[in-house]
């Protein structure tokens, strides 16, 4: 049967002769992207609210200049060569069209008539050249990699195969999407420290990964709200996190990430832009107090045991440190810490925390119950603390390091003044806080944050807003983290190695920023999640990525990409074609990719998008799915065979990447000092 040559696919890939255009429209912390072709425009609900669309991808040359505003029904012309962005400015909530014109180079933006039904998008699979898949026996090149002599195991089928004048023979097996994966049957992994190059990073969100004690109330008041429960607690616990450590490890996961586990404000805010559900800091982006664990996650001790028992099975754990900015105030909040701003109102409700909204109320009515005008609001963080639009208050500007992410109070990290905490925070039950001398804010934050690698041992932190605070701060996070952990070894007589700072930077790429100079021993990569729709469709998409991403990790020693294909403020990736062979495919291009990579709670089984209103995100938070149809376990045994094959092998994520030629099959090494492995794609 005829096929592609690897040479010709490589071609065929390469960004400059193959790039597709994509549309991204993102916020400050959100962000989705969409292929654009030119016979079907892209639908997409947008909330009101400023957003910014970026076009890329698009070759070619064209003598177009950018409009300064994006007018409806009016062609925009788009550049080529480079990314296209403008400032979207949305009014009214609605559902809005982009249609692409590739021939002159131009996107149109409409907005649907409220009357035409809204249909799903549905993203196609990728139409890409690829090799042609044939069951038949292989004899495959891998001369220079192995001695004559070695024998090596096919991971996914559990053959073994001896090099022979520098060949082995493959039959190749669809069941794994047309991979195989050849380790030396001595294989094993007896070093136990990490090369955090070749981390598995495996991101849980708290609340929604596995309740412990379903019969549990929920504390401070929280509410369920009886429908959908979009964005109420679900029971997900520190302890059901420790119940599954074992299940973790099994997909070859070497670190866990976790979302904040700081006490979140009691309250709620309103969902969506209409209001249309209560929402609950359960994601733990919110913070109230940072010096001691959310009721709703558990306490010290819970978190003592998930560390100890995750160190047990060489798992790094990373908390989540949050500085830009605390929570918001919510009805209960106020109540709790005695603030009077709110509006007396007859008959007064004994807890604030049960307030629902009346027939033509929505959840955003809570705020008619409070005085945004009170002079009371000086008693909540402080002027010195904070930068929000309350009277007294300094108003958030418009650089990174001023402006106010999605409404939240920013902290004034940049501040030399000396401040003290505000007194419902010193009297908060059980708090650690306490009012230091000559503290300015970001003191007081970074005190609060390495309290908890003192305490527990933390290993490292994932840190949100990279941008949105000034560089020196974060000097200052990894230094003092890095005593911190030092201090807790030699309290505990350990050892190991040494703090770890993975940042997120919102849009990053794979490339070594100046980021990398304040502290960060990593950055969150953006791009792979787009590029992994082609690398699902076929493998050998992947290499002119694999090829710079290796090839830029062997040339700095201090830089490291951490990909991944879902996450909290993204998609899902198993949303985005609902195919679990693509599923399987991406999970292939994704774990075998230079660098780190981030696996998101249930990306292993094909987990779905939940309900979410009118607020997308809320979907991609879903509970983790335990209870697994066939299709799902056949997915999971697939990903924790190739993910602990790449954990037994750092050469996968650290390793010098190497081509070898091969008629008809995409295949290449990954060497790391005696480490090594070969990887061969034999197409659809």
Same mark, same amino acid.
């Given at each position: 049967m005829k096929h592609t040559t690897l040479l010709a696919c490589m071609l065929l890939a390469s960004p400059s002769l193959m790039a597709s255009p994509y549309m991204t429209i993102s916020t400050s912390t959100t962000s989705r992207d969409y292929p654009l072709d030119t016979e079907n425009p892209v639908v997409v609900t947008l909330a009101k609210d400023k957003y910014e669309l970026k076009v890329s991808g698009i070759d070619g040359h064209c003598q177009h200049t950018l409009p300064n505003k994006i007018k409806f029904n009016t062609p925009i012309p788009l550049l080529c060569g480079e990314d296209s962005t403008l400032p979207l400015n949305i009014r009214f909530t609605g559902d809005y069209s982009f249609r692409y014109d590739g021939q002159n180079h131009t996107l149109v933006f409409k907005r649907q008539p409220k009357k035409v039904a809204k249909k799903e998008f549905k993203r196609p699979i990728p139409n890409v050249t690829c090799e042609t898949f044939q069951a038949e026996t292989q004899n495959i090149d891998i001369a220079g990699t192995y001695p004559d002599g070695t024998r090596l195991r096919d991971v996914l089928t559990g053959s073994i195969v001896t090099v022979k004048k520098g060949q082995? @023979?493959?039959?190749? !097996?669809?069941? =794994?999407g047309g991979l195989t994966l050849l380790e030396p049957i001595e294989s094993n992994k007896d070093d136990h420290n990490l090369n955090y190059r070749n981390a598995n990073i495996y991101f849980v969100m708290v609340d929604r990964f596995n309740n412990s004690n379903p019969s549990a109330a929920q504390p401070y008041g929280r509410q369920a709200d009886g429908k959908q429960e979009i964005g109420t607690f679900h029971g997900g616990d520190l302890n059901g996190i420790t119940a599954k450590l074992?299940?973790?490890?099994s997909l070859g996961t070497n670190v866990i990430w976790l979302s904040p586990i700081v006490e979140?404000?009691?309250?709620?805010?309103?969902?969506?832009?209409?209001?249309? $559900?209560?929402?609950? +800091? &359960?994601?733990?982006?919110w913070a109230r107090d940072f010096t001691k664990i959310d009721e709703s996650f558990g306490n010290d001790d819970d978190l003592k045991r998930l560390v100890s028992e995750a160190h047990k099975r060489d798992i790094k754990v990373l908390l989540d440190a949050v500085v830009n900015h605390p929570g918001y105030a919510s009805l209960a909040d106020l109540q709790f810490d005695g603030l009077n701003v709110v509006e007396p109102v007859q008959p007064m409700p004994q807890r604030w925390a049960e307030w629902?909204?009346? =027939?033509?109320?929505?959840?955003? =009515?809570f705020h008619q119950n409070i005085n945004y005008q009170n002079p009371g609001w000086a008693d909540w963080w402080g002027a010195d603390w904070v930068r929000t639009g309350l009277p007294g208050y300094d108003q958030p500007g418009s650089s990174d @390091?001023?402006?106010?992410?999605?409404?939240?109070?920013?902290?004034? @990290?940049?501040?030399?003044?000396?401040?003290?905490?505000?007194? /419902?925070?010193?009297?908060?039950?059980? @708090?650690?806080?306490? +009012?230091?001398? !000559?503290?300015?804010?970001?003191?007081y934050l970074l005190e609060w944050q390495t309290d908890w690698v003192k305490r527990f041992g933390i290993d490292g932190y994932r840190v949100d807003t990279v941008k949105h605070v000034d560089g020196e701060v974060w000097k200052r996070l990894k230094e003092q983290a890095s005593e911190s952990l030092d201090q807790w070894r030699s309290?505990? !007589?350990?050892?190991?190695? *040494? %703090? /770890?700072m993975m940042g997120e930077v919102w849009g990053h790429s794979a490339y070594r920023s100046p980021y990398f100079d304040d502290g960060f021993d990593a950055l969150i990569n953006f791009d792979m999640q787009k590029k992994l729709?082609?690398?699902? +469709?076929?493998?050998?998409?992947?290499?002119?990525?694999?090829?710079?991403?290796?090839?830029?990790?062997? +040339?700095?020693?201090? $830089? !490291? *990409?951490?990909? &991944?294909?879902? =996450?909290?403020?993204?998609?899902? $990736? %198993?949303s985005r074609f609902k195919d679990y062979a693509m599923q399987r495919n991406a999970a292939n291009a994704l774990l075998l990719s230079p660098g780190a990579v981030q696996i998101y709670y249930g990306d292993e089984v094909g987990r779905n998008i939940g309900p979410y209103a009118d607020d997308f995100h809320q979907g991609t938070r879903s509970d983790m799915v335990w209870t697994l149809s066939k299709e799902k376990q056949a997915l999971l045994d697939h990903w924790q065979a190739v993910g602990q094959f790449r954990d037994? #092998? *750092?050469?996968?994520?650290?390793?010098? #990447?190497?081509?070898l030629n091969n008629d008809g099959a995409y295949v290449f090494a990954r060497e790391l000092g005696d480490d090594k492995v070969v990887v061969a794609y034999f197409g659809k």
């Open positions: 082995v @023979t493959i039959t190749p !097996n669809a069941e =794994s074992d299940y973790i490890k979140q404000i009691h309250g709620f805010v309103g969902g969506g832009d209409s209001g249309s $559900f209560p929402f609950y +800091a &359960y994601h733990g982006y629902a909204p009346q =027939s033509g109320q929505n959840w955003h =009515s @390091t001023t402006l106010s992410l999605a409404g939240l109070p920013d902290f004034k @990290t940049e501040s030399d003044k000396k401040v003290t905490p505000p007194q /419902w925070l010193l009297d908060n039950p059980g @708090t650690r806080v306490q +009012a230091r001398e !000559n503290y300015t804010v970001a003191d309290k505990n !007589n350990q050892s190991g190695q *040494p %703090f /770890w729709d082609k690398g699902a +469709a076929c493998l050998s998409q992947m290499a002119d990525v694999y090829q710079d991403y290796a090839d830029s990790i062997q +040339a700095s020693e201090d $830089f !490291n *990409p951490v990909s &991944y294909m879902s =996450s909290h403020d993204t998609e899902l $990736f %198993f037994r #092998h *750092p050469a996968i994520g650290a390793g010098k #990447h190497t081509v």
